[in-house]
């Protein structure tokens, strides 16, 4: 092929390399100039002309890329008419879309002239959707350039739908006294708007304690059944193989593949399988309808791809699906400009609902309740760290009396969580610029959610306060900024901080978190049971 100028006596045949308007005459860039057209050029003054003249071997620009996009498309796909070098391929069903990554690479790197460009591998797509386009830079190629690209793509097609199969879903739900049955129902109305592209269905919602042996049956029930994919929705986020949830599929006779992913939001994911089916065990914030690690292992599983360790291991490369706020290290150079970050922990309620002991003293994991949340400010560098009691205060205070914190007693405890808010926040050090707040009765809160508070007001040093989220819902601890502390003083009854987070409005940033742990209290001896089983 040569490109330059040319004379409009020689223009017959040639491509004209841009659009030319000349008297009444228009001729657009790409078309071939008729002996017409040329003439009337000429008529119009036009004496030379950038334009393209093909040379023999040469493949024009339509015909080469309709060729190669004939090569590249497999099941599932449909190609468009040729135009201006370019052809479209597009999805002909909902399903998975398999890229065969190094035959694009390989294509691509052929020559300059040639290339494809395609959504990302596995990615779920929709009947009608453009899923890759062949475009030809310049009027056309070379034989032997398209020769060493059609080499490049191998014997299989390069891209494919993997159509969605038929599947039946069952879904196991462990449950904490905790966990509300309305999170359940809408994690499963959730789970049916995740299947519906696929036209899959939700075979099963069984509900079970969350302890090893009756998830175990459970998990025995469902792949002796009729479900093709097991999901298992966790009351506590899954953290290590021997948690709940491994465990229980290893005393069902299955297998865990592989637990945690490089994507998030989703990284607490367990794969694993029984009886030859796939088991899921989701993240947290699977119970959410935004896209996450949970949504790329069903859709695979749905269209019948395997997903195995390695294609795990893979996924981090475009696993950050979530944009998040800077997370700087709470004791960075810079971070203590502002003021020290305290601590308050309320422990002085009369657990009236656990009976007659004391829950905050109750034995949990080797230790009382209480120390869970005190020793979890402690570790997350909370200075000071303050304990508000009030019901039964000697015996709380003893159950510290070796960690570094200062008791502030509350005698006014029985009139409700606010007056111990009040004790605790007066008795602040002046030089403190804000303070988290927890609750002595959730003891599965760790150090990391605190972190993630105080790095969160540090990105946001404007915000009246910090609080966590799970599924949209507020949970505990707290963290309120200086500014809120006069409002703290006139707050009565036992609503805590609540009415102040709704005056704040959009001067309250949520932190999202997947696992249930801000959420779930101990009230009751059957919720401190089932934390200590």
Not at 26 to 47: D, F, M, N, S, Y
Not at 257 to 280: C, F, S
Not at 405 to 416: E, F, K, M, T
Request: charged residues 20%; proline residues 7%; contains cysteine.
């Amino acid at each position: 092929m040569r490109f330059g100028p040319v004379a409009i006596a020689d223009a017959a045949g040639c491509i004209a390399a841009h659009t030319i308007r000349a008297g009444g005459a228009t001729v657009k860039k790409g078309a071939t100039i008729t002996t017409e057209l040329a003439a009337r050029l000429r008529e119009a003054g036009v004496q030379e002309i950038v334009a393209v003249r093909l040379e023999p071997g040469d493949i024009g620009e339509n015909a080469a890329a309709e060729r190669l996009a004939a090569r590249m498309t497999g099941e599932a796909i449909t190609a468009d008419l040729p135009f201006t070098g370019r052809v479209n391929m597009f999805a002909a069903t909902a399903g998975v879309l398999k890229i065969d990554v190094a035959a694009i690479d390989a294509f691509n790197a052929v020559d300059e002239a040639i290339t494809v460009a395609t959504l990302p591998a596995l990615k779920a797509v929709v009947a009608g959707e453009l899923v890759a386009t062949v475009k030809i830079i310049p009027y056309a190629v070379a034989e032997t350039q398209m020769e060493e690209a059609l080499a490049a793509l191998g014997a299989g097609p390069a891209i494919a739908i993997a159509p969605y199969r038929p599947s039946r879903v069952a879904v196991i739900s462990t449950l904490l006294p905790g966990l509300k049955p309305s999170v359940v129902d809408k994690t499963l109305r959730i789970m049916e708007e995740r299947l519906a592209p696929a036209q899959a269905v939700l075979a099963a919602d069984k509900r079970v304690p969350h302890e090893p042996q009756p998830l175990a049956a459970a998990l025995v029930e469902q792949a002796n059944g009729k479900a093709d994919i097991i999901v298992v929705f966790g009351a506590s986020a899954i953290t290590d193989r021997r948690d709940v949830i491994p465990q229980a599929l290893v005393e069902a006779g299955g297998e865990v593949e592989h637990l945690g992913m490089p994507v998030d939001p989703g990284n607490l994911l367990m794969l694993g399988r029984l009886a030859g089916k796939p088991v899921i065990g989701a993240p947290g914030c699977a119970r959410s309808p935004k896209e996450n690690s949970f949504d790329w292992v069903l859709q695979r599983s749905l269209a019948g791809l395997r997903v195995g360790r390695s294609d795990v291991q893979r996924m981090g490369v475009g696993g950050l699906l979530m944009e998040i706020v800077s997370r700087p290290q709470p004791r960075a150079p810079g971070h203590e400009e502002g003021g020290p970050i305290a601590g308050i922990v309320l422990a002085a309620g009369q657990s009236t609902r656990m009976g007659a002991r004391n829950k905050l003293l109750q034995p949990l994991r080797g230790k009382p309740i209480l120390r869970h949340a005190v020793e979890a400010q402690i570790e997350a560098g909370l200075s000071p760290v303050l304990v508000v009691t009030g019901h039964e205060q000697d015996a709380v205070a003893t159950a510290l009396a070796d960690l570094p914190v200062r008791i502030v007693h509350n005698p006014d405890y029985a009139s409700g969580m606010a007056s111990s808010l009040k004790a605790g926040v007066a008795a602040l050090p002046v030089e403190v610029q804000g303070a988290v707040i927890s609750l002595g009765d959730m003891p599965n809160v760790t150090p990391k959610v605190i972190e993630r508070l105080i790095e969160a007001h540090g990105a946001r040093p404007e915000a009246l306060a910090v609080v966590p989220t799970l599924f949209g819902q507020r949970g505990n601890p707290v963290l309120l900024a200086r500014e809120v502390f006069p409002a703290v003083s006139l707050l009565t009854g036992d609503r805590g901080a609540r009415r102040l987070l709704d005056e704040a409005g959009e001067r309250v940033v949520e932190v999202a978190f997947e696992d249930p742990a801000i959420a779930i209290d101990v009230d009751t001896p059957e919720a401190l049971r089932a934390l200590q089983g």
